[in-house]
């Protein structure tokens, strides 16, 4: 079975700061690992995803990822955040085979203030 | 190209009532998944289906809830009677169910549903 743990529920942090929402996974398969985002009344938007080749993924609105599979790692992170970003994060991991579901992180909430 | 849809967007009832949801997929995708997240909670997969056939239930409460997609577009998820644990935002994803790599799941924007 797969599980995945966030291991921030809430991360406050300052316009233009750079940031950090950690992802760790367990699982005795080999796996696909996503972020999504939520922003509020809305659905989950992927913002990046890691499924093969190099482990520094990059997404949209200036996220990128690092999947570390010694430390089973797949952590988000953003050079300089926006009030924008205000939203709530989720990391999730998939089974290779093909079609199968996401199982979801509890998810972080990332709060931007001026 | 059209999102998932899904609608109500909003249920507010009573327990012990019926309710039901709708959900169509992006034209083409195979797959349709509904997930239950819960306030405080990640989503958690209550049914997949692949085409009309059904792929995961496990996790369904099937003494009250209940799922279906004819003719494999179109799905609805029904549950009755509703309890207070059951509110809810219900979320419904599909993807192109193709093997290998490209299958991303994408979201509808979910119903909220509250029972009182």
């Known amino acids: 079975a797969q599980s995945v743990t966030q291991l921030d529920s809430q991360v406050p942090v300052f316009e233009e700061a750079p940031v950090e929402l950690r992802c760790n996974y367990s699982s005795s398969v080999s796996v696909y690992l996503f972020w999504y985002v939520q922003y509020p009344n809305q659905g989950l938007q992927l913002l990046l995803k890691y499924l093969s080749g190099s482990t520094l993924v990059k997404g949209i609105n200036g996220f990128e990822a690092e999947f570390n599979k010694s430390q089973t790692s797949f952590h988000l992170r953003k050079p300089s955040v926006h009030i924008s970003d205000t939203a709530e994060y989720f990391c999730?991991?998939?089974?290779?085979?093909?079609?199968?579901?996401?199982?979801f992180g509890k998810g972080t909430t990332l709060s931007v203030s001026s | 190209e059209a999102g998932v849809a899904q609608s109500p967007r909003y249920k507010i009832i009573e327990k012990r009532q019926s309710v039901a949801f709708w959900c169509n997929p992006i034209s083409g995708h195979a797959t349709l998944y509904w997930y239950q997240q819960i306030l405080g909670q990640g989503p958690k997969l209550l049914i997949q289906?692949?085409?009309?056939?059904?792929?995961?239930d496990s996790q369904l409460p099937k003494d009250r809830f209940s799922a279906e997609r004819l003719k494999g577009v179109d799905s609805t998820l029904k549950i009755q009677p509703a309890k207070l644990e059951d509110s809810a935002v219900y979320l419904c994803a599909s993807s192109l169910g193709l093997a290998g790599l490209s299958d991303t799941q994408y979201f509808g924007p979910g119903t909220r549903l509250t029972v009182l």
């Open positions: 999730a991991v998939r089974r290779w085979q093909a079609g199968t579901a996401l199982i």
């Open positions: 289906f692949q085409n009309n056939g059904v792929v995961d």
